[in-house]
């Protein structure tokens, strides 16, 4: 047991997929694994574990923001030994090219700043998904219809940014698209040795304004569970 999550050792599969909302937690769970089964509800940040083809699969809720990503991508790798963890989630698109429904594989994650940044002090980390499973959800993602984008992306501190200067200097540098959890979930990893990635749909569109009904954004995201799931199972 940790301080955010009461499973008993061993009910956190050592490949864990985390989305922002713990509902869509639940929905992932009982939609992809076999007998899946509540393992966490601490302050309503549900966690199922279930199998995928036989293997063990926990889909645990990250919440919104790096600090509460923090806490739990520690806490499953430090406390739980989880190993393999996917950010499956949604991002706002910074590139024309890119339309509301694709998905973008994130190589790496800059940011202003992190939960980590105090240990860094002068030293701009650059926190980057791991390889081969990098590689595998391109793979994935490849052999289907969807349009997918593999590149750099922007963790934000803040959703409504005051600061919009920022995010078109991110766009002029080619950044694919801006979430608010990857580059925490790719340093702690890194800190752990463990294997990190973030899948994600585009919800919504910085250039254009669109935005994604909630509807479509389920369709999405069905998809996004299954690149994570083939991807981490590669
Ligand atoms: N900004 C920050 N995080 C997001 C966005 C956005 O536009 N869309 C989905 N997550």
């Known amino acids: 047991m940790s301080l955010h999550i009461d499973a008993a050792p061993g009910d956190i599969a050592e490949t864990v997929l985390l989305p922002g909302d713990p509902y869509r ?44 990503l923090s806490i ?7 406390d739980y030994g989880a190993r393999t963890l996917v950010r499956i989630g949604s991002c706002g698109a910074m590139q024309d090219r890119i339309a509301l429904r694709d998905v973008i594989i994130a190589m790496t ?25 990098l590689r595998a959800a391109a793979a994935a993602a490849e052999s289907r219809a969807t349009t997918t984008h593999v590149g750099g992306i922007y963790s934000s501190d803040v959703f409504y940014d005051e600061r919009p200067d920022l995010n078109e200097i991110m766009t002029r540098h080619g950044i694919l698209g801006v979430e608010m959890e990857a580059a925490e979930l790719y340093t702690v ?44 199972f590669a």
């Open 25 to 68: 937690a639940k929905w992932a769970a009982e939609t992809f694994l076999d007998s899946p089964r509540l393992v966490n509800e601490v302050r309503g940040m549900l966690g199922y574990t279930g199998t995928w083809n036989g293997n063990p699969v926990t889909i645990h809720g990250s919440g919104m923001g790096m600090p509460s």
């Open 72 to 78: 739990y991508a520690n806490e499953l790798v430090r």
């Open 109 to 133: 994650a800059s940011t202003l700043s992190t939960p980590s940044r105090g240990i860094f002090r002068e030293l701009n980390f650059a926190p980057a998904a791991d390889w081969p499973l």
């Open 189 to 232: 990893a890194a800190r752990h040795g463990a294997r990190a990635l973030a899948v994600l749909t585009v919800s919504d569109h910085l250039l254009t304004g669109d935005a994604l009904s909630s509807e479509a954004r389920e369709t999405g995201f069905a998809e996004m569970v299954e690149i994570a799931l083939e991807a981490a």
